[in-house]
């Protein structure tokens, strides 16, 4: 069984090299083998859409630049910064996003010693899509990580954004990632959907636990919105339509996201607008609902 904190100790093992055919591929980059070597074990039963993705693994900063100049194709980086150098990670991300101009591939600061560039500093001086320490990367947490980063990569070539604003949503998808309880994830929500969604009316996330019928309902509609309708006609029909269909509706100007967890708990997020909500608003609504139904879902579990 795999310890719950993945890399709170560093045993000697192996060094390797895996043949990768085409498809999604997560570049691993650090000094020690045994990172490498849990971060296989721990995704070795994880699929992104029905795909094992492959795992490439890189010994140090210089490898992995050379890689990625070979390599247009890796959805995620998953990077330690302390290797040949203190911030040899980071003249990684430097190579990928300023030499290469790749501004799509997902990188994930992944470090066991953050030192004085510490979680907000890197996030705000370089551009990268989420920072984990090694010390509190937990199974579940590694997973969520993972999974956040690919459905972004995916999604991002689908939004019709500008690079600025892509690169502003990735980050709020990533830093969900940094919510430590259920009720950090529901304000960052809160706050999220209000930033990229105009002219919001009603945000709900709706809990419903087959086993025993219970329904929980989250309001995170703005202060200034009138939120005593919660039973309206309108929100109930929408909940008949996502149950029928086991899928995510758009009536008008409501959006409602279903997905259905593998312990019985469908998840669901609901927003409705003042105004119609456009194609390009609905596939970054359904783009972040994905994302906080997975870390949802794992915290559940953990």
């Known amino acids: 069984m795999v310890s719950d904190f993945l890399f709170s100790t560093a045993d000697d093992a192996r060094k390797s090299r895996i043949e990768v055919p085409p498809g999604l591929k997560i570049l691993s980059v650090d000094d020690e083998s045994s990172v490498h070597d849990v971060t296989k074990l721990v995704l070795s039963n994880f699929k992104f859409e029905g795909a094992h993705p492959d795992i490439i693994i ?3 900063a210089k490898e992995a630049c050379e890689y990625m100049r070979q390599h247009d194709d890796v959805a995620l980086v998953l990077l330690d910064v302390v290797m040949e150098s203190d911030h040899a990670g980071f003249e990684v991300v430097e190579t990928i996003r300023q030499e290469l101009h790749n501004h799509r591939a997902r990188i994930v600061i992944r470090t066991g010693q953050p030192g004085d560039m510490g979680m907000e500093t890197t996030m705000s001086n370089y551009e990268v899509d ?5 010390s509190s990367l937990t199974h579940n947490c590694l997973h969520a990580t993972v999974y956040s980063a690919l459905r972004t990569y995916k999604d991002a070539a689908l939004l019709n954004l500008t690079r600025h604003a892509q690169a502003d949503f990735i980050k709020k998808i990533q830093l969900l990632n940094c919510n430590h309880d259920t009720e950090g994830l529901y304000r ?4 999220d959907i209000n930033d990229f969604l105009p002219n919001v009316e009603s945000i709900r996330i709706i809990i419903s636990h ?3 019928n219970r329904i ?9 919105e009138d939120t005593k309708t919660k039973a309206d006609a309108s929100f109930t029909y929408i909940l008949a339509e996502a149950s029928e269909e ?4 758009q009536i008008n100007n409501q959006l409602l996201f279903r997905h ?8 669901q997020l609901y927003v409705k607008t003042h105004a119609s909500i456009a194609a390009t608003s609905k596939s970054m609504f359904v783009s972040y609902a994905a994302s906080v139904s997975t ?4 915290s559940q579990v953990a």
């Open 58 to 60: 890189a010994m140090s």
């Open 130 to 134: 989420g920072y984990v320490e090694k």
């Open 188 to 191: 960052s929500v809160a706050a």
């Open 210 to 212: 087959k086993g025993d």
């Open 216 to 224: 929980d309902v989250k309001d995170l509609s703005p202060p200034c």
């Open 246 to 249: 086991n899928a995510t509706v």
């Open 260 to 267: 259905d967890l593998n312990n019985d708990v469908v998840f």
């Open 295 to 298: 870390i949802y879902g794992f």
